[in-house]
């Protein structure tokens, strides 16, 4: 009888702290404070809990970068040589599946769709492009306040198998670099649900 009463009310709990939508961003925005390089990044989520295990979200990105994006972090990441001839300004609509499989532990998947805009060291454009990133990440979210919010620490790969119209002044640099790329994962969110009106 006891038992039953404490499922209930772990049930009554789980019911008044479950959120079904979410928007948030990532620590990643804090880079855009870099008086060196600069990557006005935005990065927009929203997302949808199809269950309490799986979630679709819809994430906006916008960034630049002056680098090939298969340079590893170490001393070659941003080194004398290395940068592009000028940069690429990107807009990325992306869709992503997150699955979790015990506690906060999850992983998750996006396909990133990036429109890309090239510009010489005269800030002259010089071709437009569009790269399609696969984004795989493993992670575990924590939650604040119940539920209220959340951090999402996480490793992730980025791969990119498509990557077209790329200026040969940019192809010639990064070239001896993988089309593949290890990175943090750094996101946060709020919680909430949207009432209906009866």
């Not at 992306?94 to 010489?120: H, I, P």
């Amino acid at each position: 009888m006891a038992s039953s009463v404490q499922v209930n009310a772990q049930d009554e709990k789980q019911e008044r702290t479950y959120k079904k939508w979410f928007v948030g961003s990532s620590l990643l925005v804090f880079g855009n404070f870099s008086k060196v390089n600069n990557p006005e990044y935005i990065q927009l989520n929203v997302g949808y809990r199809l269950t309490p295990k799986d979630v679709v979200s819809f994430r906006f990105k916008r960034s630049v970068y002056a680098w090939p994006i298969g340079i590893p972090f170490g001393p070659s990441f941003d080194a004398p040589g290395e940068n592009y001839p000028g940069h690429a300004r990107i807009l990325a609509p992306t869709l992503g599946y997150q699955r979790f499989w015990w506690k906060g532990a999850y992983t998750s998947v996006y396909a990133l769709n990036a429109f890309e805009k090239y510009m010489d060291e005269n800030k002259k454009k010089i071709g437009n492009g569009y790269t399609l990133y696969l984004d795989f990440y493993l992670g575990y979210q924590f939650k604040f306040f119940n539920n209220r919010f959340f951090f999402e620490p996480a490793i992730g790969c980025s791969y990119w198998p498509v990557r077209t119209n790329v200026p040969e002044s940019f192809k010639s640099v990064e070239k001896k670099w993988p089309n593949s790329f290890i990175q943090p994962g750094l996101d946060f969110g709020y919680n909430f649900n949207v009432k209906r009106k009866k």
